[in-house]
């Protein structure tokens, strides 16, 4: 499983470039962003290269923060590699929570983040051949707080 920040953030002017600010500034370095609104709050989530100094860098600066798991499969790409992978999960009774890609230089394909309610996605990708990222796939693993 790989590590996500998860950052609650007002919607103000200002407040997404101070969190980005806030990591270059303690060389965190991102490697996905996704920002979901809506009118007085946001919620970003954001994959880099030291979560846990991530994290403590944010802490730091007064962001509310917590760290959640989630699944990084390499998502082939071809015309419905994404929608192979959705069907092998939802085939088996798992449901994807939220998603959303990013691109990996050395990679084959695009790096798909499953927020998923079941411990067995894992299993259940790769018995269906496909790659299931590790955290050292992405990012050096560090329990640095």
């Known amino acids: 499983m790989l590590e996500q920040l998860s950052v609650f953030l007002e919607n ?6 101070h969190l980005c600010r806030t990591l270059g500034d303690a060389g965190v370095n991102m490697r996905a962003l996704m ?19 991530g994290k ?31 069907e092998a999960l939802g085939e088996q009774g798992i449901n994807v929570e939220y998603a959303y890609c990013f691109i990996e230089p050395g990679m084959t394909g695009a790096v798909d983040v499953l927020k998923v ?3 067995r996605a894992r299993e259940v990708l790769e018995s269906a051949g496909y790659r299931v990222l590790r955290p050292e796939d992405l990012y050096v693993p560090d329990d640095d707080g």
Request: hydrophobic share 45%; proline share 7%.
């Open 35 to 53: 920002v979901a609104d809506t009118q007085e709050f946001g919620v970003v989530r954001i994959i880099c290269d030291r979560p846990q100094a």
């Open 12 to 17: 103000q002017p200002g407040r997404l470039a």
């Open 117 to 119: 309610d079941d411990g």
């Open 56 to 86: 403590t860098a944010l802490e730091s600066a007064g962001f509310g923060v917590s760290v959640a798991e989630v699944v990084g499969v390499e998502v082939p790409d071809v015309p419905g590699g994404l929608a192979d992978i959705l």
